[in-house]
């Protein structure tokens, strides 16, 4: 493949963007004009455009000696995507600015790209611009998603009423797991270069972890079935960091069922291999991008034969407090122990 | 002062960003809801909502030696808004993600806050959202600006057409200068710890290196007065660079005349210090956010009598290339030799 024996200070910034961008198609008339200007022009008539960004810096959010590039790319697209999806709205375009040092090669850009790329088709997203440059050390990824929301029916943090039902998608924790696998993986590679990493039967937390899907199909049964949550956050930093902030944002309070907080199967087996209970994973663990909403009570039918959709727990007055009723029934205060960019992270 | 004695570990990130952005206040009613939300939401009813994003990486964009954190954050808004501005539309919102490591206090992260929402003020551009994060080396700044521009009016760097006058605002090559000063500084300071920095007189090159200005002024003055161009871009790589963007998108040639690229008298004085020719440095130098537009020649009296647009050639056709009319009359390529990402700045 002559293309890609191309070295990338040959293409120099234009002709890399040129290069990794020659083949994106608009597949939205909200996106006007894509790539190629200062800017996108976007187009939303009568509806509100939703925006949410985020970085992603190497050695913090992702670890190259374990992420290969395609499902990093994908991962950070759909990270975003998630949060569009989270406001109750369709995301219709990314932009993306990558910074990258000297060690990078075209290829490995390439497959990053193919992970973006991948994303955007299996989401209908367009990727309408962005900037790339050099980094002296690691590698940054910052993504910026829009997209398309009915004037009226956003979906805020700050919407929960005392007695709205929480409930959570999918199933939690098995990001985390799949994590702490490639971390084992990474530490037994680095100890011995020529063992070859265990990974088989792992798949489902693996590919959690690795390549997690947002739920594009939750938004859609809203739609259809005139579901309207009173508010809505995705499980990026682990579910009680997201319950809670639902309650401040919302000036509630809330109980959640520990024995009603959707673990796989799997998830459990694999927890146990680390002697890690369960509850903790799920409630801390984060990266799922599963989603957390309140709801009416009047409209618990409409969701409740959703074999995707399980109620954990209620909003309750502020006063009230956020508790977590564990298996033996006793109440425990509900505590945010996910993901903290900026200290030690407690389950490690 | 208490609040600055604070540190970022135990304002964690949640606590940082709030800490940062309590004092923000929505500036536009296009600003549906701005930060404390999975994403910001946007409304620019029946108008075009026009993207732009970019990232600065520390030792690549920005010397943290020489340049004041909350000069940085300006700069870092600006060069933004300058890309919006190059659509012909107006600035609205801007959304930030910032990556820093454990090295920086809270006191800079709030100088450089304090500088985003200078620039903020000075445009009316609302902080709608962001992304803070950990960095493991050195600091990645991403800035998103979203703004609506009116349908039938975007400027888009493709509507050249064949004996346009290529126009350009303000002066060039003052901001390349100042960060040769800055450089020249910062070499000293090295070899001497002890020296104070001798940067007296200079301030119209450091002011256009650390504080530039994007041209909302000119944008303004094209609705007032019924300006259309039909091309357009910002000076942000170098003149060469961007008129070279304007032809190859727009499918012409152009000839400009070097004596008629408008210098400052201090940027002159200054580049005979270095040893550079003044007309390099403005060619080559970049970072000026200036802009560069191309006109019909039937409007040409709407901008005549413009004090800070200066006329510097004309579009030509393809087939007659993109050349540069010397002092001597003798006729040169147009080359970009400006910033590139990949390779080391012909400049230096």
């Excluded at 990338?8 to 002709?15: A, H, P, R, S």
């Excluded at 971390?183 to 972890?209: H, T």
Aim: glycine share 8%; net charge negative.
């Amino acid at each position: 493949m002559k293309k890609t024996d191309k070295k990338i200070e040959e293409l120099g910034e234009f002709g890399l963007i040129r290069h990794l961008t020659k083949d994106v198609r608009i597949k939205n008339p909200e996106t006007h004009r894509g790539i190629g200007d200062d800017a996108a022009v976007l187009d939303f008539g009568d509806r509100h455009v939703i925006a949410s960004t985020d970085i992603l810096m190497e050695g913090i959010h992702f670890n190259l000696i374990y992420t290969p590039m395609k499902h990093l790319g994908y991962k950070a697209v759909v990270a975003n995507l998630s949060d569009i999806f989270a406001m109750n709205a369709i995301p219709k375009q990314i932009l993306i600015s990558l910074a990258f040092s000297a060690k990078i090669s075209l290829k490995q850009i390439e497959n990053l790209y193919a992970g973006i790329k991948l994303a955007c088709d299996n989401y209908n997203v367009d990727l309408a611009g962005g900037d790339t440059s050099t980094s002296l050390t690691g590698m940054a990824i910052s993504i910026t998603a829009l997209g398309s929301g009915e004037k009226g029916k956003i979906v805020y943090r700050s919407g929960a009423k005392t007695n709205d039902l929480i409930c959570v998608t999918g199933n939690l924790g098995a990001a985390y797991l799949g994590l702490q696998l490639l971390e084992r993986e990474k530490k037994l590679f680095m100890e011995n270069p020529k063992l070859q990493p265990a990974l088989d039967g792992y798949d489902y937390p693996l590919q959690r972890q690795l390549k997690p899907e947002p739920r594009a199909d939750i938004i859609n049964f809203f739609k259809e079935n005139h579901v309207m949550p009173t508010a809505m956050i995705d499980i990026s930093d682990g579910l009680s960091s997201e319950v809670l902030h639902i309650c401040n944002e919302s000036e509630t309070g809330c109980r959640i069922y520990a024995d009603r907080i959707p673990v796989d199967r799997y998830t459990e087996e694999l927890a146990g291999e680390f002697n890690i209970t369960p509850l903790v994973a799920a409630l801390n663990g984060g990266e799922d991008y599963e989603l957390v909403f309140t709801l009416s009570p009047g409209e618990l039918e409409k969701v409740q034969g959703h074999k995707d959709i399980k109620i954990i727990g209620h909003i309750t007055a502020k006063e009230d407090g956020c508790s977590l009723v564990i298996h033996d029934g006793s109440i425990i205060p509900l505590q945010a122990q996910g993901w903290n960019a900026y200290g030690r992270s407690p389950q490690k």
